[in-house]
């Protein structure tokens, strides 16, 4: 599949880590908000979580079918 965020066939999920008040997590939560429709659009069998906590500084993680779970840290974006 071809397009914008089409994701790999070995990805079996994403999460998105964010506070939902916090100045830190403002590009992550904008981001979202603009990118995850096209996201789930393009991937409709991935999950993609979004899970907000208060306090939490903004992150991703991925998991893969043949390899360990993977962090990135979404600061400074």
Not at 14 to 32: D, G, K, N, Y
Not at 37 to 55: D, F, H, Q, S, V
Request: glycine share 2%.
């Amino acid at each position: 599949m071809s397009g914008k965020y089409a994701f790999t066939k070995t990805l079996k999920e994403v999460r998105f880590l964010f506070c939902q008040t916090a100045e830190h997590s403002a590009a992550t939560r904008s981001f979202l908000t603009r990118a995850y429709p096209i996201m789930k659009k393009n991937n409709p069998l991935t999950p993609i979580m979004l899970r907000e906590a208060a306090g939490t500084s903004p992150r991703c993680m991925h998991d893969m079918v043949w390899t360990r779970s993977s962090l990135r840290r979404l600061l400074q974006l």
